[in-house]
């Protein structure tokens, strides 16, 4: 997985937390008033495609750093299939055997 893909794929988790974090804030604040806590959760959950580009269809994340993490991993699948296909081992045998293939393929 790359770099990039993973920092952005943490940001997003960071930015994520936060907007869940401040859903729970707001339900101290208005503890008593159902009507503004409504209003403040709507008004975050409105911020929350600006601030990370993931949006939902109710079912699954989509867009932004998801993304760019689902690509990734699809890459690195490919790239495990590829030097061992239909093998079990465990992920650090396939990172070596993935890079001796690629200083392989690069000689």
């Known amino acids: 997985m790359s770099i990039s893909a993973m920092k952005q794929a943490l940001e997003a988790l960071e930015k994520l937390w936060d907007i ?45 750093a998801i993304t760019a993490l689902r690509q990734a991993i699809a890459e690195a699948e490919r790239h495990v299939s590829y030097v061992c296909p239909n093998c079990h081992w465990s992920l650090e045998k396939q990172v070596f055997a993935i890079e001796a293939k690629l200083k392989e393929k690069n000689q």
């Open 20 to 64: 869940i974090d401040d859903i729970d804030t707001y339900g101290d604040m208005a503890k008593s008033d159902d009507k503004l806590y409504r209003s403040l959760v709507e008004r975050r959950q409105r911020q929350r495609f600006e601030q990370t580009g993931i949006s939902t269809d109710g079912y699954e994340l989509n867009g932004g």
